[in-house]
Structures are given as C-alpha cells and as structure tokens.
C-alpha cells in the first residue's frame, strides 16, 4: 500500500509563502513523476507543477516565477515552495505520484489526500 501525505497548507495573506511537504511511503521501486494539482471551488482539478525523475520540471503558466517544486529523494519527499501568493492561488492542493512497483510493473498513479491553501486579500 503506498500513501501519500501532504501538510504545509494553512490561510496566508496575500504576498505571503507556504511551502507544502508530500511523503511517499510503502513499497515504492521509482517515482518517475511527482506532481502537485489544486482544485478551487466550481473548477476542475488543474496541474501546477511537475517534476520528473531526470529533474525536469513543468509549471502552470499561472505559477511559473512564484511556485518552485523541489524533492528530497532521501526521504521519498517532495515540496512545493509558494511565494508570492495571490487570493486567486486559493483551492485545496493535492499532491501526486506515478510510480512503478518494480522496474517492468506498470506505472501506477496515487493522490495524496489534500490540503487547503487559502490567501486573503
């Protein structure tokens, strides 16, 4: 069983950081992509950044010079630094993986469980 745990979200003013934290943890061969997602009230769940397990990383256009993803491969952990943070940045984040079992098992994805960033005007 592998589970992902995410904390670091709380209420922010805006211009404000958080940094949000995602622990992988269970029978885990290789991550090969680690990714956050957030989904604001009425709206669809949307990506916000990616990181792959060659270092290359994506950003929403929304994010891209304010939000950094990074990861700490020694502890199976990955962040999401948020600096800069606008009221519209607002919605509940959820962290991702998509792993393999083992090096031929095919890739698997797994949510975490959600946390919620909210930033007042």
């Known amino acids: 069983q592998v589970q992902l745990v995410e904390s670091g979200g709380g209420l922010v003013q805006a211009g404000g950081s958080l940094r949000l934290s995602c622990a992988a943890s269970g029978s885990i061969f290789r991550i090969n992509v680690m990714g956050w997602y957030r989904q604001a009230p009425g709206n669809e769940r949307e990506l916000v950044a990616t990181?792959?397990?060659?270092?290359?990383?994506n950003y929403a256009d929304s994010v891209k010079g304010r939000f950094t993803i990074s990861k700490d491969n020694a502890k199976v952990t990955w962040y999401l630094q948020m600096n800069n943070l606008k009221p519209e940045d607002t919605a509940v984040y959820y962290c991702?993986?998509?792993?393999?079992?083992?090096?031929?098992?095919?890739?698997?994805?797994?949510w975490g469980q959600g946390t919620q960033v909210t930033v007042s005007s």
């Open positions: 991702s993986a998509n792993w393999q079992r083992r090096t031929l098992s095919p890739t698997l994805t797994t």
């Open positions: 990181l792959t397990s060659a270092g290359s990383r």
